[in-house]
């Protein structure tokens, strides 16, 4: 199973990004988002199972992202929509993939590369 992340880029406070994790070939596994910020440890944001089911982790990012599944043939493409960014959002975001939805690194064997999503005016 490989996992690629795109999407990052610059955008200004306040504005939208969505980010894409395609993941192939085809899995079931549940499909995370992590960031991890300059200076800090990586964080679990948000989760999807291979029933659409969603985890959030933590508050730092409710209400402003999103996590969605859509199944291609050969592959999977889940989405982190990201909305009223602020600077503390900026940080690489990974995808990684999963037995279950749950919130540690360790149980999640499957990592992506990472996009880099910076905030700022």
């Known amino acids: 199973l490989q996992l690629v992340e795109s999407g990052g880029g610059l955008v200004q406070p306040g504005e939208s990004l969505r980010l894409l994790c395609t993941a192939s070939?085809?899995?079931?596994?549940?499909i995370a988002w992590f960031r991890q910020a300059p200076g800090k440890e990586r964080e679990a944001l948000l989760c999807?199972?291979?029933?659409?089911?969603?985890?959030?982790?933590g508050d730092a990012v409710k209400g402003r992202f999103t996590i969605s599944r859509d199944n291609a043939e050969n592959s999977v493409n889940v989405y982190l929509q990201m909305s009223d960014l602020e600077p503390e959002d900026t940080a690489d975001y990974f995808c990684?993939?999963?037995?279950?939805?749950?919130?540690?690194?360790?149980?999640?064997?499957?990592w992506g590369q990472g996009t880099r999503v910076t905030v700022s005016s």
């Open positions: 990684a993939a999963g037995q279950i939805c749950k919130s540690r690194q360790r149980d999640f064997a499957i």
């Open positions: 070939p085809k899995t079931y596994y549940s």
């Open positions: 999807i199972g291979p029933n659409n089911s969603t985890t959030e982790h």
